[in-house]
């Protein structure tokens, strides 16, 4: 059943978890959020000579785009929980899309590129449903 839950949650949560820290924690209101998001966590020497500071919004985004690949392998499935995760993904993104309409932390670039990848999730889900419930359908027929 675990296989039902949207794998997209995770960078959700982790993006819920450091804006509202940095809100309600510093007392700094969204533009500490904000900054919490930008702080290089650590930087990486490069060949030019520069560093490529990391950050935990940039982090929160890599882990995003790793399980959005899972994300649509799993949207190939055909088996019945399938479903069960396309509506959970759907509430998700209902979710995210009045966070990022309606809370002042959440209407950053980072969370709108998250927003980005639970639509696709959602659109990978119902697409792919559709076309393997087409080809079902094709095939009774004959």
Not at 8 to 21: C, E, G, N
């Amino acid at each position: 059943m675990l296989i039902a839950i949207p794998l997209l949650f995770i960078p959700v949560a982790f993006y819920a978890i450091v804006v509202l820290s940095g809100w309600m924690g510093t007392g700094g209101g969204v533009a500490a959020a904000e900054q919490a998001l930008r702080d290089p966590l650590f930087s990486v020497p490069m060949v030019s000579g520069s560093g490529w500071n990391v950050g935990t919004g940039d982090l929160i985004l890599f882990l995003g785009l790793i399980l959005l690949f899972f994300e649509l392998l799993k949207s190939t499935s055909s088996q019945k929980v399938a479903i069960v995760n396309h509506a959970l993904s759907m509430i998700l993104f209902v979710f995210c899309l009045v966070a990022f309409l309606l809370f002042p932390g959440f209407a950053t670039s980072t969370f709108f590129l998250i927003l980005t990848m639970v639509m696709l999730d959602v659109l990978a889900g119902f697409i792919v449903t559709i076309i393997s419930a087409r080809k079902d359908l094709e095939f009774g027929a004959g």
